[in-house]
């Protein structure tokens, strides 16, 4: 079954406005998430990592402030776009370590569409 | 950083017969190799891994093989189905790691013709 869950899986709003997206471990704690965005036909481009208790480590190109990373518990991690624009429009999927039996393994969520109109 | 190769970007085959999807990667500190498979619009789903201290591990119709000299690793599914069609990604990273993040190749886009 599912470890990482992923809310919402789809999201349209208005330019300008912010969307929170919700990567949740279940039954877990994960320290450390991922953030990704994939184009269509294209690969997994890390945004950043997420870190319980400290701040995101974002990958070059990434804007900080456009892409707010809060990693509150060892559950949850929450990616908000500000000031969305349609250029922001794409899949962003989360994943999370699973700290396994046979080691640790990551595991992704469902993904959550953005449209921004 | 790590940099990872992924070819084919595209691959059809027939009903039955055999894929075979190979990456490179170029940290020799990377001791974890995961495949993933995504259907159009899905989450990647882990299908098979295989850590350095091993040559070759199988799981039914898929396995992998990994040469650490060279540094390239691959996918083989036999027998291939339509449901096999998706997106193939491999990755790289350090396995130990709680914190290691990620390098995905560009993922190869897998036709199984009926």
């Known amino acids: 079954g599912a470890v990482v869950s992923q809310h919402p899986s789809r999201v349209i709003c208005k330019s300008g406005t912010s969307v929170k997206i919700e990567c949740r471990s279940l039954d877990f704690q994960a320290t450390t998430m991922f953030w990704y965005r994939q184009f269509p036909k294209k690969s997994l481009m890390l945004m950043a990592t997420?870190?319980?208790?400290?701040?995101?480590?974002?990958e070059q190109g990434v804007e900080k402030d456009k892409f707010l990373i809060n990693h509150a518990s060892l559950t949850l991690s929450t990616l908000t776009v500000t000031s969305a624009h349609p250029e922001d429009s794409s899949f962003y999927i989360c994943s999370a370590i699973f700290p396994g039996s046979s080691g640790n393994t990551i595991y992704f969520g469902e993904g959550s569409w953005l449209t921004v109109v | 950083g790590e940099n990872v190769e992924q070819h084919p970007s595209t691959l059809s085959v027939q009903e039955g017969d055999s894929a075979v999807i190979k990456c490179t990667y170029s940290d020799s500190a990377s001791n974890y190799f995961p495949w993933y498979k995504q259907e159009l619009g899905k989450r990647p789903q882990l299908i098979i891994d295989i850590r350095s201290n091993v040559g070759e591990k199988k799981d039914q119709r898929i396995a992998v093989t990994l040469n650490k000299t060279a540094k390239h690793f691959s996918l083989h599914i036999t027998e291939t189905q339509p449901e096999d069609s998706a997106v193939y990604f491999c990755a790289a990273r350090s396995f130990n790691t709680n914190a290691g993040k990620s390098t995905f190749g560009d993922g190869t886009t897998l036709t199984v013709k009926p």
């Open positions: 997420s870190n319980e208790g400290s701040k995101a480590t974002y």
